[in-house]
T-cell receptor
């Protein structure tokens, strides 16, 4: 079975500073990787996904993530955050050929401060 | 993409009662899912709602507690039966449309509090 670890439950950062949200996964087979964002009192919105090809994936709102197979990581980055980026971020994994089941990490609360 | 709505958006219920949550999608979708997000925790898949047949439940979830219906390709309901305070969670509907491999779209969620 696959699993996802998000080591940081909370990440405070000042506006316009860079941020990295960490995600590591465990799986015995190839996976697809996703980052979702959940704004307060809203559902989840897909930020970006890695299916294959280039390991650097660009998403919406200026976010990007890099798939590192040797380190089984898929860290999310943004060079300059804005107050509006304050939200919960979830990393998720889906096994290739394993249907559509998403396994989520426990989430990272990003709090952007002035 | 798909636009998903859920009703109710939130509710406060008494122990021992049941609540049915509705999920409506603006287009026909191949797969629909129900997730639970307990306070301060991540999302856990409850079941896959299959059109025209019984839902497929994940380990730890049973039909008697979480009966699911899916009468057509745009609508599904999840019932939380005989509720206890431990059922207090956000329940989210999710769909996968054809052509977006493994990409799932989520509804806004239903915030349930059981007293």
């Amino acid at each position: 079975a696959q699993s996802v670890t998000q080591l940081d439950s909370q990440v405070p950062v000042f506006e316009e500073a860079p941020v990295e949200l960490r995600c590591n996964y465990s799986s015995s087979v190839s996976v697809y990787l996703f980052w979702y964002v959940q704004y307060p009192n809203q559902g989840l919105q897909l930020l970006l996904k890695y299916l294959s090809g280039s390991t650097l994936v660009k998403g919406i709102n200026g976010f990007e993530a890099e798939f590192n197979k040797s380190q089984t990581s898929f860290h999310l980055r943004k060079p300059s955050v804005h107050i509006s980026d304050t939200a919960e971020y979830f990393c998720a994994v889906s096994v290739r050929g394993g249907g559509n089941k998403l396994t989520f990490g426990t989430g990272t609360q990003l709090k952007v401060e002035l | 993409s798909a636009v998903i709505s859920q009703k109710p958006s939130r509710d406060i219920c008494q122990r021992g009662t049941s609540l049915t949550i509705q999920c409506q999608v603006d287009s026909q979708v191949t797969m629909m899912f129900w997730y639970r997000q307990q306070p301060g925790q991540s999302l856990t898949l409850i079941a896959t709602a299959n059109q025209g047949s019984e839902a497929t439940y994940e380990s730890g979830f049973v039909i008697d507690k979480f009966p699911i219906s899916r009468p057509n390709l745009t609508f599904s309901t999840l019932t939380v039966s005989n509720m206890s305070p431990e059922d207090s969670s956000i329940y989210l509907c999710s769909v996968r449309t054809s052509g977006f491999y493994n990409e799932q779209f989520f509804g806004p969620g239903t915030r349930l509090t059981v007293l």
